[in-house]
């Protein structure tokens, strides 16, 4: 009885917030259909560069262009792995895992205060052995060992360590 009221009140409000949702949608897509380019271009201006009006010397100088990155990137990491272990592909159920600790192993590594150590190197191992552990069993003998090689060196450092 008494929470009947608000009750209502909050249904009529959801109701409410679905008819708006599905308007929203509705809307959208009407202008994608209908040349939504030109429609949204009388809401959204970008101005126009005439390649006339600018040498191509005057729009490549800037100053990210001059920056050069030597940092290597998550994606070059993951590139360089499948690089060293093209072929067989890694099984789905343990590729996160195996490019989830890359990723983070990466951004452990890139950070100028990583020191690498015995303890790391240890906890590195461990944990890749812990998870992979099984691997060996489903596809055949080796197969793990040349993971962890392959991830190693795309991460710099040597499997010997």
Known sequence: ??????????????????????????????????????????FVSVPQVSSSKYSPTARRASALDSYKNTVKTVAQ??????????????????????????????????????KYDSVFALGLWRGFQGLMGSYDKLVGSGESDKIWKALVESLGMSPDQ
């Open 1 to 42: 009885g008494a929470d009947a009221g608000p009750v209502r009140a909050q249904r009529s409000f959801v109701r409410r917030q679905r008819g708006v949702s599905l308007a929203a949608s509705a809307i959208a897509l009407i202008v994608t259909v209908q040349g939504g380019s030109a429609l949204l271009s009388t």
């Open 77 to 114: 990491t993951i590139d360089d792995f499948y690089t060293a272990y093209p072929q067989p592909p890694v099984l789905p159920m343990y590729r996160t895992f195996v490019v989830d600790l890359m990723t983070q192993t990466h951004l452990a590594v890139v950070d100028s205060r990583f």
